[in-house]
């Protein structure tokens, strides 16, 4: 069974570049979570969807940051334009139902300089 | 808001010794979950608890869950370099949506 795969793995550009991260959900889950990891603020939800909808995209830093999911297999983070405190590593994860663990991908480790 | 408070922020223990980490929400919790971090990796789901009192255990690992519903603690027996990560609480309410803890960092010496 694939894992949550996102894309790329490293990302490094300069300030003002538009930055778009990509993820796929493991086959089933109806529910998929973007997060930022740092170490002063450690892993926050930047937002979440059900069944392609977002839900609650209140840990949004700024208008800069926008989500979709157009359909169940696929969703993307975009940074436009990207600052140098947006670098972090860019966590997606996907679970099935309400009560479920929720599965990690790999990570996208983010660079602006 | 819902908020999980994870203490301590590092530990440093001798490899033997015992660890245990805390976890403390600022609302009753509908479960909780724990997941682990190695160095470079992603989050990994531990376990869940979902029952007032609840206590689970996974070989040297023992998970707690409050009567309140809204601590939580994990306790790592006899710790092995194996161990070594970032150990996350992480909370659900009333919603769908979980919040984690900063997670506990730890780091055995060998």
């Known amino acids: 069974d694939a894992g949550v795969i996102q894309s790329p793995r490293h990302e490094v550009t300069e300030m003002g570049q538009e930055v778009t991260l990509r993820c796929k959900p493991i086959s089933g889950h109806d529910y998929l979570f973007w997060y930022r990891q740092t170490m002063m603020r450690g892993l926050e939800l930047l937002i979440y969807?059900?069944?392609?909808?977002?839900?609650?995209d209140s840990g949004m830093p700024e208008d800069r940051f926008s989500a979709k999911m157009p359909n169940a297999s696929f969703s993307t983070l975009k940074i436009q334009p990207s600052e140098p405190r947006d670098s972090a590593v860019y966590f997606c994860?996907?679970?099935?139902?309400?009560?479920?663990?929720?599965?990690f991908g790999d990570g996208t480790r983010l660079s602006i300089l | 808001g819902q908020q999980v408070m994870q203490i301590p922020q590092y530990q440093h223990v001798q490899e033997g010794e015992d660890f245990t980490t805390y976890c403390n929400s600022s609302?009753?919790?509908?479960?909780i979950q724990w997941y682990k971090q190695r160095p470079g990796g992603h989050p990994v789901f531990l376990i869940q608890?979902?029952?007032?009192?609840e206590v689970k255990k996974q070989k040297r690992l023992t998970f707690q869950f409050g009567e309140a519903k809204k601590n939580s603690s994990l306790h790592i027996t006899a710790t092995q370099t194996t161990d070594v990560g970032t150990y996350f609480c992480a909370g659900m309410g009333r919603d769908d949506k979980i919040i984690f803890g900063k997670g506990t960092r730890l780091h055995i010496l060998p």
């Open positions: 609302t009753t919790l509908s479960n």
């Open positions: 608890l979902v029952k007032s009192g």
């Open positions: 969807f059900n069944n392609n909808v977002p839900i609650d």
């Open positions: 994860a996907s679970r099935r139902g309400t009560h479920q663990p929720q599965h």
